[in-house]
């Protein structure tokens, strides 16, 4: 298969998921109405180590990450519009699944694993919060819900759509930063899927 051919597969398989995740994100995406604000970033696959930055309705950057040159690290800090780090992110190999550890600038911790990348509707733990990631994961298109079953933040974004931004609705504002940390760590976890699928996928040759 030459690469045109494997593009225009990977096309009609991209195609496939974004109707997907469009079916699945609304039913499963609730309205819990109005939100105090929402935040704004971008999904850009294909480069692990961009910078992320997180912006209000007027544009302004509130939060931007530094993530470590070398992949195999996993590492990233996202930090404030003052440059001060209000989370760090981190993956390591624990048993047979890799792990990504989230650890807020005033302690507080918690754990996601790469097993939520094998469901696309589903109910998921975050270990160490409590809460609920309840909603199409993969397609970044879900609700987080606290351990009284209210909304904390409400995510909705097409599964792959490069430039276009999505929209965090934010319910509980002392919350901010961890959703902030949580909406990053998926993102690179997707991230990595796809650069581990693509590079697998690809021929640059015939067979």
């Given at each position: 298969?030459?690469?045109?051919?494997?593009?225009?597969?990977?096309?009609?398989?991209?195609?496939?998921?974004?109707?997907?995740?469009d079916s699945v994100g609304k039913s499963t995406v609730v309205d819990y109405g109005k939100p105090e604000y929402s935040l704004y970033t971008a999904l850009q696959l294909?480069?692990?180590?961009?910078?992320?930055?997180?912006?209000?309705?007027?544009?302004?950057?509130?939060?931007?990450?530094?993530?470590?040159?070398?992949?195999?690290?996993?590492?990233?800090?996202?930090m404030d519009a003052n440059g001060n780090v209000i989370a760090h992110l981190e993956k390591k190999p624990v048993s047979l699944h890799e792990k990504h550890f989230v650890t807020m600038a005033d302690g507080t911790s918690f754990t996601l694993s790469n097993e939520l990348l094998h469901v696309v509707k589903d109910?998921?733990?975050?270990?160490?919060?409590?809460?609920?990631?309840?909603?199409?994961?993969?397609?970044?298109?879900?609700?987080?819900?606290?351990?009284?079953?209210?909304?904390?933040?409400?995510?909705?974004?097409?599964?792959?759509?490069?430039?276009?931004?999505?929209?965090?609705?934010?319910?509980?504002?002392?919350?901010?930063?961890?959703?902030?940390?949580?909406?990053?760590?998926l993102e690179k976890m997707i991230e990595e899927r796809s650069d581990n699928e693509s590079s697998s996928s690809f021929s640059f040759g015939d067979d």
């Open positions: 298969m030459g690469i045109f051919d494997s593009l225009k597969k990977l096309g009609e398989v991209v195609e496939s998921v974004n109707e997907m995740a294909g480069n692990l180590h961009r910078q992320i930055d997180f912006t209000d309705a007027e544009g302004n950057v509130k939060y931007y990450t530094k993530s470590s040159v070398i992949a195999i690290k996993g590492k990233t800090d996202i109910i998921t733990n975050i270990e160490g919060l409590g809460w609920q990631i309840r909603g199409n994961i993969i397609g970044l298109s879900f609700n987080l819900v606290d351990d009284k079953e209210e909304p904390v933040a409400t995510i909705g974004k097409k599964m792959i759509s490069i430039h276009d931004k999505y929209c965090i609705d934010m319910y509980q504002p002392e919350h901010e930063q961890k959703v902030v940390a949580i909406v990053v760590q």
